[in-house]
């Protein structure tokens, strides 16, 4: 079936670090692809998102490219702050508009 | 103003108990979904509903039964609530219903089962 598969945490760094979050997913056809974060206590939001094949998403300074040949969609951003400490998840889109998310990342910042 | 809104925001009751978390959204948007974040933070779709219709109900239970009075809300009702129960439900739209659609979320229903 379909799925999205994220890299396990939690991830901890340090200010400034690079971050990269894993995500690959399985389907059939070229779904749309997204990143959502949640900060604590609240709802998700739409971090970024890809459309189709060789597309880059980007917002904040996080980044990821939609790539076809090895059906991932991982996340970066090259300096990290306190204020990213978040859970991020990647998801893919499907019928009805329904989202099928990954298991989650849980990001901590420390300064 | 908040674009979804779900109330209230945190719902502690014993087994067995009736219970309804309600959800508007003032975004104009057609469809409308109820998803649920387990304790590990996974988050698994229940229901949508475009202009009132149901057009996706994930293997529910049927002791959880959603209710459109018009699009701009959509209604949670569980009956005889079971300890496993227990998450945190989200309230989610978007204009269309289409694949690649932002969703907006509201900031969550935190039931505890007691």
């Known amino acids: 079936g379909n799925s999205v598969t994220q890299m396990e945490g939690p991830v901890t760094l340090s200010e400034e670090a690079f971050l990269t979050i894993n995500c690959t997913y399985t389907a059939t056809g070229y779904p749309s692809l997204f990143w959502y974060v949640q900060y604590p206590g609240e709802g998700l939001q739409l971090l970024l998102k890809a459309t189709k094949a060789d597309d880059k998403g980007s917002n904040k300074g996080f980044e990821a490219t939609y790539r076809k040949e090895t059906t991932s969609f991982h996340l970066e951003k090259g300096s990290v702050q306190v204020s990213d400490s978040a859970v991020y998840f990647c998801a893919r889109g499907a019928f009805g508009g329904k989202l099928t998310f990954g298991q989650g990342t849980i990001l901590t910042v420390h300064p | 103003d908040t674009a979804v809104s779900q109330t209230p925001k945190y719902l502690v009751t014993q087994m067995g108990n009736d219970k309804s978390i309600k959800c508007e959204q003032n975004l104009g948007h057609d469809t409308m979904y109820w998803y649920k974040q387990d304790s590990k933070k996974f988050l698994k779709i229940m229901f949508s509903y475009n202009n009132k219709e149901l057009i996706i109900n994930e293997t529910v239970p049927n002791r959880f039964s959603p209710k459109s009075p018009d699009k701009a809300h959509l209604n949670l009702h569980i009956n005889s609530l079971e300890l496993g129960d227990s998450a945190v439900y989200f309230c989610?739209?978007?204009?269309?219903?289409?694949?690649?659609?932002?969703?907006?979320f509201g900031s969550g229903t935190q039931l505890s089962v007691l």
């Open positions: 989610a739209s978007s204009q269309e219903g289409q694949t690649n659609e932002k969703l907006f």
